[in-house]
């Protein structure tokens, strides 16, 4: 009999690549036959604890680019498929990954987030990146909520006149380029009353966040429309070539079909 185990690499840091983690641990016919990897760029202290082999930092090194480090990886632990759950907005790591499982000629399945639908009569403005949503703010906003993460807060630099509320996963490792502004903190889900609380409580007039999608944060976009706040969001870039699903059973369904 044969007992090798197909082995199943995750890219994760979102609550999807946990789902589908566990999901894939949980599944009948799949529990028993895969063995899980599960890696994270370690942008963050948390670790899940998930069913699978966990590995944290980037793939490339001084001498190896990402792409080639994450097909060293690949042939190295032996990977028969790879799982891209990465952020909408994480868009080097996904490219990586379609190169490097074309390179070592194993199928590769993106998880996409589902869009957000908004709410009804919610006053919503998409724009093509943060250069636009700073330049909006700065036109039209008094108060705040920024929920786009660390990396991009430069782009709203220049602003005064503005208080600017940034919620963060964690605590900033650097100082905020930011003129006027105070850090709150938070892990998603968040509850819809928490968020339209902490909304009232900032006076917020203005929530700006990358049009991430998923159900773990919606409620800000809800509370957002419910307290009257304009909405502005940072269109997803394109997503990466290649097979994509958006539902947890449509993953498994692919990776039986590729096992
Ligand atoms: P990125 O710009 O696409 O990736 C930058 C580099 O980080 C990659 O080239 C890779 O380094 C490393 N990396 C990214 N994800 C990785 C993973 N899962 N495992 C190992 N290495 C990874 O990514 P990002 O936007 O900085 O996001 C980093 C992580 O945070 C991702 O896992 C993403 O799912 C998560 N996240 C991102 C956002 C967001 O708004 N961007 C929001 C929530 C969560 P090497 O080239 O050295 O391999």
Redesign the pocket.
Known sequence: MNTTKTKILV????SE?IQITKAIASAKNLSDTTEIFY???G?TNNVPDIPAKVRI????STNI??VD??VEYLTEQKIDLLIDA??P??????A?ATSAANKVGIAVLRLERKAWKMPENSDVLYVPDMAEAASVVARTARRVLLT??S?DLDAFTAIDKVHFVVRMIEPPKTTSPLDDFEIITGRPPFDLIDEENLMRHHDIDVLVS?A?GGAATFSKIQAASNVGARIILIRRPPPPEGEAVEEIAAALEWIKENI
């Open positions: 890219l994760g840091g979102t690549g890696s994270l760029a942008r930092g980037g793939f490339s680019n990402g480090g994450l990465t952020h907005f994480a868009e080097q790591i996904s990586n786009i993460g990396k990358k991430s």
